[in-house]
Each structure stands twice: as structure tokens, then as C-alpha cells.
């Protein structure tokens, strides 16, 4: 089994900044992509940002610019380094990996998640 330990969040004025991390721990060969979903009041889970294994990075558009992913594979450990927040980046937000087993079998896990709420 995989665990994935968010931290970093919390409450934050709206301009500020914050740092999410979070850590993969187990059964681990090797992990493909993670990321950063988030989830607000009554709305879908949605992507945020991903980094490949090789550094490749996607972005959704209303983050780009403000937030910044990156990854110490040493330590299977992601952050999202989020700058500029806004009230509307106020949800909870998921760590996602795609973690190999030493089987060469690929599964998904996901983090507990930590709220980030912005404040005007």
C-alpha cells in the first residue's frame, strides 16, 4: 500500500502565500505523475497542477502564473508553492500519484487532503 501525507494549508489573506506539500510513503517502485487536485463547496474535484518524474509540469489556466509545482523524486515528495492567492482558490486540495509497484502494476492514490481557505 501507498500513503500520501499532505501538509500546508491553511487560512491565508487574500495576495498572500502558502506551500503545500505532501509525501508518498510504502510499497513504492517508482511514481509516474503527481499532482494537486482541489475541491471547493459543492463543486468537482479539479486538476491544479501535475509534474512528470521528469520534470514536465502542466497547469490548469486560472493558476498559471500564481502557483508553481515541483518534485524531489529523492524524497517521492510534491509541493505546490501557491503565491497570489484569491477568495476563489479557497477548496480542499488532494495530492495525486501514479505509483508503480514493484510488480510493474500502476495504481492511483490520493492524499487526505488539506483546506486552504483565502480571506478578503
Known amino acids: 500500500q501507498v500513503q500520501l501525507v499532505e501538509s500546508g494549508g491553511g487560512l491565508v489573506q487574500a495576495g498572500g502565500s502558502l506551500r503545500l506539500s505532501c509525501a508518498a510513503s510504502?510499497?513504492?517502485?517508482?511514481?509516474?505523475?503527481m499532482g494537486w487536485y482541489r475541491q471547493g463547496p459543492g463543486n468537482q474535484r479539479d486538476l491544479v497542477a501535475t509534474i512528470t518524474s521528469g520534470g514536465g509540469t502542466n497547469y490548469a489556466d486560472s493558476v498559471k502564473g500564481r502557483f508553481t509545482i515541483s518534485r524531489d523524486n529523492a524524497k517521492n515528495t510534491v509541493y505546490l508553492q501557491m503565491n497570489s492567492l484569491k477568495l476563489e482558490d479557497t477548496a480542499v486540495y488532494y495530492c495525486?500519484?501514479?505509483?508503480?509497484?514493484?510488480?510493474?502494476?500502476?495504481?492511483?492514490?490520493w492524499g487526505q487532503g488539506t483546506q486552504v481557505t483565502v480571506s478578503s
Open positions: 495525486n500519484a501514479y505509483v508503480s509497484s514493484a510488480h510493474g502494476l500502476y495504481h492511483y492514490y
Open positions: 510504502g510499497s513504492i517502485f517508482s511514481i509516474n505523475v
